[in-house]
Structures are given as C-alpha cells and as structure tokens.
C-alpha cells in the first residue's frame, strides 16, 4: 500500500512527487500517456525561472531524473475509477492500488474544431505538436490555428522548418504576450490571417486543402499539414463524486476538495492562470496538505 498515489505526470503531478518523496511518503505517480504532459511538446520555454531559454522536453526530463532519484514509482496506465474511504483504491486497467490519499493532476486535452474529417485527419495532415510532427514538414508549407501563446510560439518553431506557415485565428488581433507578436510579425515566412476560421477540410486520405472564412468571404488554401493550438478540455472523466464547475474542471479551495483525503493539482482545477509555474505551485500545495493529511 501507498502513501500517496499521484494520478498525472506533468509538471504538478512530478512537482507534487518530489515534496511527497521528500516528506517521506511512499507514493506512486500513475500516467496514462507520457512522461510531462503538455509542456513536454513545447518547443520554447522562457517563463520558467531560472532558464532563460529551454525546451519543455529538457526541463520534463530534469523533472523526472529528480523524481527517479528520491524513489517515487511510476507506472504507465489509465485510471478508471477510485473508490474512496479511509484506504482509497485506484483502479488502472487490471490493478488495483490502495493508498491512503490521492493528488489527481490529469490536465488537459487538445481542443479540437470538430468538423467533418477532421479525427479521419489526425495524424495524417493534422496535429496538435509541433516538436513532435514539425520535423514530417520541413521546406512545406503548413498552417496553425490559434492566437494565444502556444499557437504562436508553435509558429514562430515551424517558420524554422517551413518554406511557408499560416497562423490562423478568429480574433481580430493575437492573444499572445507582447514580445512573442513582435517576434512572430517580423517573420517573413509567415501571415497572419485575423478574423479567420477554417470551415473545412479538404483531401483524400491526407489532408491537403482548408477552407478559410474571414471577413470578405472564404477561400481554399493549400497546406501539406495544419497544427491545432486552440485551447484545452480538462481531463476529469476519472469516476469519482468529486464537485466540478460548469466548464467541468475539478472543484478545489487551495487544492483541496469536497472529499477528504482527495486532492487536485494543476491545469484540471478550477483556477484563473494555466503556466506551467501554476501547475508547480499547485503541486507543491497538494503535496503539502497531502503530508499534513497523513499526519492526522
């Protein structure tokens, strides 16, 4: 039996790890997909204190090596479902693990434009990670649909790639912090289309067109790949009777929730700001009143 079992390995699950380790709680970190969650797919990091400059994979990768070293277990699979009570059980695919409190740090989910083709699509012309799939288009032209700061930080990685990339977005001026828009407007690879929505997608077996509506009408443009950076849906399907909001984000009061024992870190709680700063506050903050928990 654990101390504390952590469900999600991104930065508030791996941060929240550490300070169990530390405060010497047995604890396992359960993860469905891979290693770093979303920040691991980000090509530039600079709002991390303490790197000027660094790629989310680097950094995930410190993360992990700290938590390997204090001696937390990590397996790969999909919680299912937790039973709670004084022990709590985590059901995951065929195993079940007891513990006596649980952090649930699962983050988000790409945010799709769900249109007609478009999960035919996916992985065939369509993305969500540049690092990941930018290399498939180097010297093509590609599209990324989005304005806040992921979309542009993934067009500014592409314009290194691409003979040519379209940022696309719905509002009539990018969401994204200062100095990110002046780095993306002086490339010359890349326009900007405001105001702008894809309505369609065009090809056979691989995407090869969008159709693009802004104010003056719509137009087919030819793309060898688009890349969606459109948001995020939190990942709170785990069946249990936590309270959430109406956007479905976990409920939580400084990351405690309406079950005792039972605790929420990270992009899935309910919060103004999303950074990966947050979600390593947060995950100290659960650890922290997960120890003080297991001393009651």
Known sequence: MYDAIVIGAGPAGLTAGIYLARGGAKTLIIEKESIGGQIASSPLVENYP??????????????????????????IGEVKSIENGEIKKV?????????????????????????ENEDEFIGSGIHFCATCDGPFYKNKVVGVIGGANSAVINAI??????DKVYLIYRGKDLKCEKKLKEKVSKLKNVEILLNSNIIQYLGVD??????????????????????LSIGMDPETSIKLNL????NNYYDSVDTLTN??????????????????????????????????????
């Open 243 to 246: 309270n959430k909001t109406e």
């Open 157 to 162: 990685y592409l314009a290194s790639l691409c």
């Open 91 to 115: 059901f995951v695919d065929d195993t079940v693990y007891e513990t006596k409190t649980v952090i649930i740090a699962t983050g988000v989910k790409h945010r799709k434009l769900n249109l």
């Open 206 to 227: 691989k995407l090869d067109k969008i159709v693009v509506k802004d104010l003056i009408g719509k137009r087919e443009i030819q793309v060898d790949g688009i890349f």
């Open 50 to 75: 303490g790197f000027k400059c660094i790629s989310g994979s680097e950094l995930v990768d410190m993360l992990y090596e700290q938590v390997i070293s204090l001696g937390v277990d990590i397996e």
């Open 259 to 296: 079950l005792p024992g039972i605790l929420v870190a990270g992009d899935c709680r309910n919060k103004n700001i999303r950074q990966v700063t947050t979600a390593v506050s947060d995950g100290t903050v659960a650890a922290i009143n997960a120890l003080n928990y297991l001393q009651n």
